[in-house]
């Protein structure tokens, strides 16, 4: 059973399918509400986002946390739209 919250950073994410989606890199907090509002995941699987970007995964998705956080949900593949790609190239 985790302690703090910061025991998620570093936790392998699971679809429900069983697919590795990447890792906790950090959490985003409600303070007003005192709840966790998502989780930041970074190294993606490029089978599920393109390009391996980063993705803020609701907590509301969540489905069990272990030693491994598994999801109740997750988009079969998270695209990038053309407006970030040509912001990304402007940069």
């Known amino acids: 059973m985790l302690q703090e919250v910061s025991e998620l950073i570093g936790l392998q994410v699971y679809t429900r399918e069983g697919l590795f989606l990447g890792n906790v890199n950090n959490i985003i907090i409600d303070v007003d509400r005192q709840r966790i509002d998502g989780l930041f995941i970074t190294g993606t699987n490029p089978v599920l986002v393109e390009g391996s970007r980063s993705v803020s995964v609701p907590y509301r ?3 069990a946390v272990g030693d491994v956080i598994l999801l109740r949900f997750f ?3 998270v695209t990038v739209r ?3 790609v040509a912001s990304d190239l402007i940069e």
């Open 61 to 63: 998705w969540v489905k």
């Open 75 to 77: 988009p079969r593949r």
């Open 82 to 84: 053309k407006e970030e």
